[in-house]
């Protein structure tokens, strides 16, 4: 997901000013922040330009895989399951040759 709204509004740009700024419409601008259409490469570059960040700042290329909610179930888990604790804590303190010998067995486990 783009995050054209979010840098846009912190820079205290609205959707038309942003659009005349790189050139485009302010429905454009709306269609992209909504995700209903997607700005070619090119726009995508002027966007970045006009608010100052990189394609990958826009692109959220570094946003972190885990959703706010996986999160959360972890940290229950945690909280919650002593078994699950120990278990994530030793692995955090294992050695890797370790670590992987005990990832095969519960593989083995799994199936």
């Known amino acids: 997901m783009l995050k054209i709204r979010e840098i ?62 996986d999160s959360w179930l972890f940290h229950e888990k945690m909280r919650n399951d002593s078994d699950y604790r120990t278990l994530v804590e030793t692995a955090e303190k294992a050695k890797p040759e370790h670590l992987r010998a005990a990832t095969a067995v519960l593989r083995s ?3």
């Open 8 to 69: 846009r509004k912190a820079r205290g740009l609205t959707m038309k000013q942003l659009g005349d700024m790189v050139g485009a419409l302010e429905s454009s601008i709306s269609f992209y922040e909504r995700g209903l259409q997607q700005p070619d490469l090119d726009m995508l570059k002027r966007i970045a330009d006009a608010l100052s960040v990189s394609t990958d700042e826009l692109l959220d290329h570094n946003q972190s895989k885990v959703s706010d909610r």
């Open 109 to 111: 486990l799994k199936g």
